[in-house]
């Protein structure tokens, strides 16, 4: 993203080469850096997938044996979480957070690029954990001991590189807080934000709440592993149980910071392409802030099978169910945003529309699993593999794309290839589909999670599958063509390429000048800010 | 979309969940009164999804269809409706509370392993099930049966590949059978499909669940929560009988145990040849050892040490029979003597053959352990 | 276009990447040193330094930018919610460690005493080093020298307090020696911790009780360390002049910190000590 060769209005010239890219204290360029790190690690562990889906095309071991399998589904949750779907978003809420609120930059910038410099050294020692003795973590992305204990050197590498990513979403939290309370253009309250600052405000809570107990809790590891504590050892008085109730208590509200941002963004690109303004504003900020807080008071739904007492079981079962209200609320205001809209159907619009459709699938699932009798079948079966998916491919990265579509005009400059898009868009769509609908049948006949072998009753839809994931593993190269197409060069966007938008980065040239709003904007009722 | 599209979509929705089963889309046909109610409670709470799905999203493709720009359609401009949105809290609310009563009289049916009939001990480890019969003590250890050689390929699948065991759990029908489940060394998860159980053994701890079978017949199931390498490949299979042939079994069981431990001592005072104990070894060996150490001895490196060469099998007996006997705590070594996993017999056996294997090729006497050895160790 | 602005925009800095290999070298130092390879100590000091050398530097930079008076308005708010959040999230690691004291007092233990089918005669209770293991010790009593430190603290947070005061009505000697107190109980503090680690008959390893125990006085003595150090600097600071009575942030961020350190003390106190 070569901003310096475009139009800056300060008299400060912006350096090339990377020098500019290591000690950068501008969140356009951040926000660039956590996108394409994003994208890299998303194609890194997506070829892992393939790696999995590739052995369980058919029955029996042809490729793998067991311990690197375990290996690459481990590290495939890890680096999707951590490498893809968290920096993807910080990436949108560096770049659009100060446009939106009118800000000139982040509260802390040079904060700001430690946040990001932090995630390729988290990455260099994930990646290079494969080639340790051993080879790398293989207990599940989930870490449990005692098999957690169990494992070699880059057990400890993983654990150190959580670390590193947790530190820098601390501090990229703390940062987000700040600026959207403290930097937001005079006469923008708080319930005149754009919807997507509140999704990442509400995200930014939870992510210093929670991430800290998440460092706690592998420094546990840690210490069990080498020095001689019995945290999770029953031998010493310590429970593996406890590691469970620690870890999801980070784990749960971990999903919704994969989640709401993409809420956010969904609840940008429908109004747009529907020329309505979003449905319901003030439930859609009381939906996320009441999703945020339940979030708090469901973890041990992922440990209904593990011996909680009954009435564990009914809290945790009531809790989550109590969750789909908000999240009900929300998709029933999506649709009455889109009732009676001008709709278009450009690519982002296209993405946001398959994440509404796609991302209730996944909800309903997940009630299914919320009711405890039905999870004690489901739980650690393929089932759970679709909901997640569901929910964090066709919610979360499906957003993500949806939001790389809409916003690469203004970061650029340039139109991207219509056409590209929407045959992007269908085979990934279509692709996902494929692969991931056949798992709820897999789970609820009884294939069991993470194993490298199955019975031939499992036979059809793992081939099926597999083949689902090589058409959506390959389409996402599409993808990445079309992005480097449209960095190079394109029709000229214009201010603002879509008549329905109504934030107030549309305000700017596009790409914006390197150093924007360094003027608060003056709000009027005219002004667009995201409620028109 | 063709217009006859809706009615099939229809047709497919509607097909008999049992039709369904069988094309193994859903739960497998239940054989407790636990797993009916399961299954019957996902019906309801599955059929509730595609109402809801249906209201929400035909609306929304309506919507889109008819009202497009393209069109020329202009757009409305409401931004809230306060007594919809109420609605569209406190219906879905009804409908929660709906689906939570039924669960939550099942839950509690589910934790009642009060008065039942016989209690069973169940114990995971890498990678293998041990059952042991609380009343009577009767223990049968239980192992995957498929051979290694049709999972890496070549060989036919057998009919229950990956889901057979040499020696399965034998219960009785009709009767509430309590299971006490635990593991000694990661969590693993006791699961048949067709109970409705799924429990977790945790080491260390005690989970307890019950259920009561009510036909005769054979069921699988299979660990369920990440354990290792072996994760795939430590079935369950469970034989039903009714009372009296279960009784029977019982009596056979017992007696069999009896002269198996009588047979055993015999054999700890037996004194026996090189090629007697290696040959025994071996089969031990690839039983019980290869899946980490390899057929080959040479281990996975990082993972697995290998024997081929190692110090404590070329080196003092005592060394090599302790790390057999008693494990090696805090890694996947599990202790084979101690947990009465392998015989005395088995013990020496797959010493003298691994001290005299691949490369090892340990001098007199050293290269040969006898079963009184083993049995002269501390327990 | 140049119009002023209360937000300070700073240039590109080289804190943060330096701060990140820092960290990096620390990382695979401390994994080389698990793997028990000798060059993993070395690696650990390099980055140790390094990242001493980039907080002096970060920091030294940030100080400049205040005197410069950069830093005013808008920007002195957004520090000062900065140290809330940050603060909030170490309160967050802590209760990390308490949740697992809670549950394995309260669920653990008792699970384990009623396992007695794998552990035959456990009774269970508090402190345990658990049914595996002999070991058989007395437990830190509250109400001797752990109460003395918590007198110590509460009057180091009043020291502390008694210091701003004085920032804000001009009276140097009185910032002068509060902060010094506050900085020498905490020390005192430290060393009567040191103290008691060493005269405990029990070790990190005994059981549930020594890692609770260890784990959470020990990251707490951590912290207090951190607290000192930052209050020594400050301590520089107001020897050089930097403050004034109405511009102190820096001092009221430290001082937060300490009376933080001070609050999760208590909570020790009570949950890890005394009950």
């Known amino acids: 993203m070569d901003l310096a060769a475009t139009r800056h209005t300060h008299h400060e010239t912006v350096s090339r080469g990377p020098m500019r890219w290591l000690t950068t204290t501008n969140h356009k360029d951040i926000g660039t850096l956590y996108l394409w790190f994003s994208l890299l690690m998303f194609l890194i562990a997506g070829s892992l997938a393939l790696l999995i889906r590739a052995e369980l095309f058919q029955p029996g071991l042809q490729f793998l044996q067991p311990a690197f399998f375990n290996q690459l589904t481990t590290m495939h949750g890890l680096l999707m979480i951590f490498g893809a779907i968290m920096p993807a978003f910080v990436g949108f809420a560096n770049w659009q957070v100060p446009l939106m609120i009118g800000a000139p930059d982040m509260a802390f910038p040079r904060l700001n690029n430690w946040s990001f410099w932090l995630l390729p050294a988290a990455a260099c020692l994930m990646l290079s954990s494969f080639f340790v003795p051993g080879g790398a973590a293989a207990a599940g992305w989930t870490m449990y001991p005692p098999l957690y204990i169990q494992g070699g050197i880059a057990y400890d590498m993983t654990i150190l590189a959580i670390h590193l990513m947790g530190l820098s979403s601390i501090l990229g939290a703390i940062n987000i807080i700040t600026t959207i309370l403290n930097l937001r253009t005079p006469g923008m309250t708080l319930m005149k934000m754009p919807i997507f600052v509140w999704t990442w405000l509400i995200t930014a809570y939870l992510l210093v709440a929670v991430m800290p107990v998440l460092a706690s809790v592998v420094t546990m590891l840690l210490t069990d592993r080498h020095f001689g504590t019995h945290f999770f050892d029953a031998a010493g008085g310590g429970d593996p149980v406890m590691f469970q109730h620690l870890f999801w208590f980070f784990g749960h509200p971990e999903v919704y910071i994969m989640i709401l941002p993409a809420f956010g963004i969904v609840s940008t690109i429908l109004p747009t392409f529907a020329r309505k303004p979003l449905f319901g504003y003030v439930s859609m900020v009381y939906a996320v802030a009441s999703i945020a807080i339940l979030s708090f008071l469901v973890w041990a739904h992922h440990m209904f099978t593990t011996g909680l007492p009954a009435g564990g079981q009914i809290f945790f079962m009531y809790s989550t169910m109590l969750i789909a209200i908000p999240t009900g609320v929300k998709v029933f205001n999506w649709v009455a945003t889109l009732w009676r809209g001008a709709n278009s159907f450009e690519t982002p619009m296209l993405f946001a529309l398959a994440m509404v459709c796609l991302f209730t699938i996944g909800g309903f699932s997940g009630l299914v699993l919320a009711i405890v009798p039905i999870d004690v079948q489901l739980q650690d079966t393929y089932y759970v593999v679709a909901h997640f998916h569901y929910v964090l491919f066709a919610g979360a990265a499906m957003s993500i794309l949806g939001g790389v579509y809409y916003w690469l005009p203004k970061w650029t400059g340039h139109m991207y290839d219509e056409r590209l898009g929407q045959i992007h868009f269908w085979l990934t769509a279509i692709a996902f589909n494929v692969t991931f609908f056949p798992m709820h049948f897999l789970g609820l006949v009884g294939m069991p999670r993470r194993i490298p072998d199955y019975a031939p009753q499992f036979a059809d839809f793992n081939m099926l599958a597999s083949i689902g994931a090589f058409v959506l593993g390959a389409s996402q190269l599409l993808f990445l063509y079309t992005v480097i197409k449209c960095i190079r060069g394109g029709a000229p966007a214009g201010d603002k390429p879509w008549e329905g938008a109504t934030t107030l980065e549309w305000t700017l040239s596009s790409p914006p000048p390197y150093h924007s709003f360094t003027t608060p904007p003056v709000l009027t009722t005219d002004t667009p800010h995201g409620l028109a | ?379 | 276009m140049d119009s002023p602005s209360p937000y300070y925009q700073p240039p590109p800095s080289r804190w943060p990447i330096i701060g990140s290999v820092a960290l990096l070298a620390f990382a695979s130092g401390f994994v080389l040193f698990l793997a028990k390879s000798d060059a993993g100590a070395y690696l650990m000091v390099a980055g140790g330094l390094l990242l001493f050398l980039m907080l002096s530097g970060w920091f030294g930079t940030v100080i400049r930018e205040s005197l410069a008076g950069k830093l005013a308005g808008q920007v002195d708010k957004s520090f000062r919610w900065g140290m809330v959040w940050f603060i909030f999230s170490e309160v967050m690691f802590f209760a990390g460690f308490f949740g697992a004291l809670f549950y394995a007092r309260n669920i653990a233990v008792p699970g384990l005493a009623e396992a007695q089918l794998l552990w035959p005669g456990y009774a269970g209770g508090w402190p345990t080093a658990g049914p595996g293991s002999k070991e058989a010790f007395t437990p830190v009593a509250a109400w001797g020298i752990p109460a003395v430190n918590t007198l110590i603290l509460l009057s180091s947070g009043a020291t502390v307090t008694w210091a701003h005061w004085g920032l804000q009505n001009g009276r140097r000697w009185q910032i002068v020696l509060g902060l010094l107190l506050t900085i020498l109980l905490g020390a005192t503090f430290l060393g009567l911790q040191a103290h008691e680690y060493l005269a405990t008959a029990f070790s990190i390893r005994s059981g549930i009780y020594g890692a609770t125990f260890f784990m959470l006085t020990g990251f707490h003595g951590a912290h207090v360390t951190l607290g000192a150090i930052m209050l020594c600097v400050i301590l520089g600071r107001v020897l050089a002049g930097h403050f004034t009575a109405t511009s102190h942030f820096a001092f009221e961020a430290a001082s937060w910190y300490w009376h933080f350190v001070d609050v999760v003390w208590l909570l020790l106190f009570v949950f890890v000590y005394w009950l």
Not at chain 2, 92 to 111: D, E, F, R, S
Request: glycine residues 8%.
């Open chain 2, 1 to 379: 979309m063709s217009r006859g599209m809706p009615f099939v979509a229809v047709a497919i929705v509607l097909a008999p969940g049992g039709a369904l089963a069988e094309l193994g889309f859903n739960l497998p046909p239940p054989a407790t009164g636990i797993a009916r109610e399961i299954y019957d409670l996902h019906t309801l709470v599955l059929w509730i999804c595609v109402g809801i799905f249906a209201v929400v999203f035909l609306p929304m493709f309506y919507t889109l269809w008819r009202h497009r720009k393209a069109k020329g359609h202009v757009a409305a401009s409401f931004r809230d409706n306060t007594r919809l949105e109420v609605l569209w809290t406190i219906v879905p609310a009804l409908i929660l509370v709906g689906m939570a009563w039924p669960a939550t009289n099942l839950i509690l049916a589910m934790k009642n392993v009060g008065d039942s009939d016989l209690t069973i001990k169940v114990t995971g480890r890498q990678w293998q099930w041990e059952y042991e019969y609380l009343d009577d003590g009767l223990r049968l250890v239980s192992t995957l049966a498929t051979p290694r050689r049709e999972i890496d390929g070549g060989n036919p699948r057998s009919a229950h590949y990956l889901l057979e065991v040499d020696r399965p759990l034998v219960v009785p029908t009709n009767r509430k059978v309590r299971l006490v489940v635990t593991a000694t060394d990661v969590i693993h998860s006791w699961w048949i499909p067709a109970f409705g159980i799924k429990q977790d053994a945790i080491p260390g701890f005690i989970k307890e669940a019950w259920f009561r079978v009510e036909a005769p017949g054979t069921y699988r199931g299979q660990c369920v929560e990440l354990c290792g390498i072996g994760h795939a490949f430590m079935p369950i299979v469970v034989e039903a009988l009714p009372p009296e042939k279960f009784a029977a079994w019982k009596n056979e069981q017992m007696t069999a145990t009896k002269n198996a431990t009588a047979a055993a001592q015999t054999a700890a005072n037996a004194t026996l040849s090189l090629t007697e104990l290696t040959t025994r070894g071996e089969q031990v060996y690839n039983a019980n050892c290869a899946a980490c150490h390899q057929p080959t001895g040479l281990g996975i490196p990082g993972a697995f040490p290998a024997l081929d060469g190692s110090a404590i099998v070329t080196g003092p007996v005592a060394a090599h029979l302790d790390r057999i006997f008693n494990g090696k705590p805090g890694t996947a070594m599990t202790a084979f003597g101690k947990l009465k996993l392998l015989s005395d017999l088995d013990i020496a056996a797959v010493v003298t053959f691994e001290r005299n294997s691949w490369h090892n090729h340990v001098t007199a006497p050293d290269n040969l352990v006898q079963p009184a050895e083993v049995a002269a160790l501390p327990r």
